[in-house]
T-cell receptor
Framework: GEDVEQSLFLSVREGDSSVINCTYTDSSSTYLYWYKQEPGAGLQLLTYIFSNMDMKQDQRLTVLLNKKDKHLSLRIADTQTGDSAIYFCAETGLTGGGNKLTFGTGTQLKVEL | NAGVTQTPKFRVLKTGQSMTLLCAQDMNHEYMYWYRQDPGMGLRLIHYSVGEGTTAKGEVPDGYNVSRLKKQNFLLGLESAAPSQTSVYFC???????????FGSGTRLTVV
């Protein structure tokens, strides 16, 4: 079955770059996503990348995809305290219908002053 | 534009009681989903719907039922609540393109 793995915690200092990593097993994944969850809130879509792309940049966010190794990363430049949250990667494959997403366990990012 | 609205936001149930969680979306999305979130386990899909009048099982459907009588609403029912169903429940919706989900703010359910 599909599996998406992430490390549970990451701590960085304000102003540094953060890199959150994700590995997945479904080789048929067509789209991969990054979501952000702030305390007590639902998940907010940050960005997504199509599987035929290697990189996508959106302001402070850079997504890198290594399809051969099934590895996805999210880099946040100039990390701020407001970036403290849980970050989930997710992937959607070709199996079944309805754009079902498989989520990772989430990485809790803590930004220290 | 409200997006996805979940009610209630909090609920405490006794073991064996029943309840219905309501999800409403105003974006004319075809697809709707119910997930549960538990510490260290990410989000797990309970049930989903690809259109009005349709439902399908996800990864962890046991103990739950769903209905999608209207396109904008997706109901999640617990017939006989168990402590193992203590969780945060999220509803989400999406269009037919792969542009990601819109999530509700969640329902925190405690079963005692």
């Amino acid at each position: 079955g599909e599996d998406v793995e992430q490390s549970l915690f990451l701590s960085v200092r304000e102003g540094d770059s953060s890199v959150i990593n994700c590995t997945y097993t479904d080789s048929s994944s067509t789209y991969l996503y990054w979501y952000k969850q702030e305390p007590g809130a639902g998940l907010q879509l940050l960005t997504y990348i199509f599987s035929n792309m290697d990189m996508k940049q959106d302001q402070r966010l850079t997504v890198l995809l290594n399809k051969k190794d099934k590895h996805l990363s999210l880099r946040i430049a100039d990390t701020q305290t407001g970036d403290s949250a849980i970050y989930f990667c997710a992937e959607t494959g070709l199996t079944g219908g309805g754009n079902k997403l498989t989520f990772g366990t989430g990485t809790q990012l803590k930004v220290e002053l | 534009n409200a997006g996805v609205t979940q009610t209630p936001k909090f609920r405490v149930l006794k073991t064996g009681q029943s309840m219905t969680l309501l999800c409403a979306q105003d974006m004319n999305h075809e697809y709707m989903y119910w997930y549960r979130q538990d510490p260290g386990m990410g989000l797990r899909l309970i049930h989903y719907s690809v259109g009005e009048g349709t439902t399908a099982k996800g990864e962890v459907p046991d103990g739950y039922n769903v209905s999608r009588l209207k396109k904008q609403n997706f109901l999640l029912g617990l017939e006989s609540a168990a402590p193992s169903q203590t969780s945060v429940y999220f509803c989400a919706s999406s269009g037919t393109g792969n542009y990601g989900y819109t999530f509700g703010s969640g329902t925190r359910l405690t079963v005692v």
